[in-house]
């Protein structure tokens, strides 16, 4: 039987395209499918028959998306983004109540995890399943109800409302600022310097952006330290090993027990932050409203520090 939609191209070379049209990247898609490279071309090539034209252009490095192209992918997003919400909607419903919460490692160790009791007081019925990340992911493809995401706000098909700006301080051991002289930035480029390894495309603030704001060429370093998380730079910094970027609220409780110091009394603030993201329309979950408001209430109460 041919079935209501007759002329629907294959469901799996719908799912094969929408990961190379993302990833705009044939490997990569493979990777994240558990497929192999030809395997994925396989796939684009029989959809681009099934449809009678190109979907790509194939170049020496990747592949761009055809006009043609675009317009398939942005349809075949929204139709996943569909499924995927009434998939977790009818989960949520059916059982349980499970909030998914997604965030990267900094946010969940410095700053979500210590307050998750007065979440669970406050919602005991709800149990919190806590999600991390260091790179930047599509949320789509993942298992959210709700996110803490870092970045400039630009996800689509996402209801997004910044929660804090990037604010920066560059921040050290209380023992660590006692021992050295540590005005301007000048004075730390002499200085241990505490780095989160670099990723593409960059996310955060690094070092050498916070020097090129201060008006100061940051050069060849070769004694600093680099680490692949940003808890992993806390703890280095709260034992006395250098001088690291703290990005507020995540060091607000560090800063007010005395733990770190603030090297500057005035930050550096980008366009970028922490937002609060969440699933597109389709009727707001209580649960995931409920979250949303008690963390404006948290930050509210954390931000008298400084500035």
């Known amino acids: 039987m041919a079935g209501r939609y007759p002329r629907l191209p294959p469901l799996n070379a719908l799912l094969v395209f929408e990961a190379a049209g993302r990833h705009l990247n044939f490997s990569a898609a493979a990777v994240e499918l558990g497929l192999t490279q030809p395997a994925v071309s396989h796939q684009v ?13 194939r170049l020496h490095r990747g592949v761009v998306l055809t006009p043609a192209g675009a317009q398939l992918l942005d349809a075949v997003s929204e139709g996943l983004a569909r499924i995927h919400d009434a998939a977790t909607a009818l989960r949520r419903h059916g059982g349980p109540k499970v909030l998914n919460v997604f ?8 700053w979500l995890i210590p307050r998750l009791g007065r979440w669970s007081a406050r919602a005991p019925e709800v149990e919190v399943r806590l999600v991390t990340a260091q790179r930047q992911v599509d949320l789509r493809q ?36 006692r021992r050295r002289s540590l005005e301007g930035a000048e004075a730390l480029l002499q200085e241990r310097l505490l780095h989160v390894a670099a990723i593409d495309p960059p996310l955060w603030m690094s070092w050498a952006d ?33 001088v690291a970027l703290g990005w507020r609220p995540l060091i607000d409780d560090l800063v007010q027990s005395g733990q770190l110091v603030c090297l500057t009394e005035t930050p550096l603030r980008t ?4 937002y609060i993201v969440e699933p597109p329309g389709g ?11 008690w963390l404006i209430e948290e930050r509210g109460n954390t931000t008298q520090f400084l500035s």
């Open 45 to 57: 090539s029989f959809l681009e028959e099934r449809l009678g034209m190109p979907l790509f252009r």
């Open 103 to 110: 965030t990267d490692y900094g946010f969940a160790s410095w």
């Open 142 to 177: 993942t298992e959210a109800d709700v996110a803490v995401w870092f970045g400039e706000g630009a996800w689509r098909g996402r209801r997004i409302a910044q929660w804090f700006p990037e604010t920066v301080y560059p921040v050290c051991s209380p023992e660590f600022a």
């Open 210 to 242: 916070w020097f090129a704001a201060e008006g100061v060429p940051m050069g060849l370093r070769t004694h600093d330290l680099t680490f692949n998380n940003y808890q992993l730079v806390l703890q280095a910094a709260l034992l006395g090993q250098g």
């Open 271 to 274: 366009e970028r932050g922490y």
């Open 283 to 293: 009727g707001e979950d209580q649960v995931v409203a409920d979250f949303r408001r």
